[in-house]
């Protein structure tokens, strides 16, 4: 079965930056485009980026130009750096593929902005 281990996260004051990653445990990982999402709370479950195998990105217009997605095929691993963090980035941050049958997802890691 595949594991999603998420990563890096915290607590950041607004304006600052925090560095995530998720480690894969599947030989599949080059062939599927990936994706960050998050769920704040009392908020639904939502996209924040993607990148796909080609890695060509997109993000949501809420964290574009602050956010960064990046993946390693080598070492099976995703990335979203994350600077100028905003009080309405805290949540709760998982990676998965981004197709209808996700892998079974991880525990996710909290980010937390707040002054």
């Known amino acids: 079965q595949v594991q999603l281990v998420e990563s890096g996260g915290g607590w950041a004051q607004p304006g600052g930056s925090l560095r995530l990653s998720c480690s894969v445990s599947s030989n599949y990982f080059s062939i599927y485009s990936m994706a960050w999402y998050r769920q704040a709370p009392g908020k639904q479950h939502e996209l924040v980026a993607r990148i796909s195998r080609t890695h060509s990105t997109y993000y949501v217009d809420s964290v574009k130009d602050r956010f960064t997605i990046s993946r390693d095929n080598a070492k099976n691993t995703l990335s979203l750096q994350m600077n100028s963090l905003k009080p309405e980035d805290t949540a709760v941050y998982y990676c998965?593929?981004?197709?209808?049958?996700?892998?079974?997802w991880g525990q996710g890691t909290q980010v937390t902005v707040s002054s």
């Open positions: 998965n593929k981004e197709t209808e049958d996700p892998w079974p």
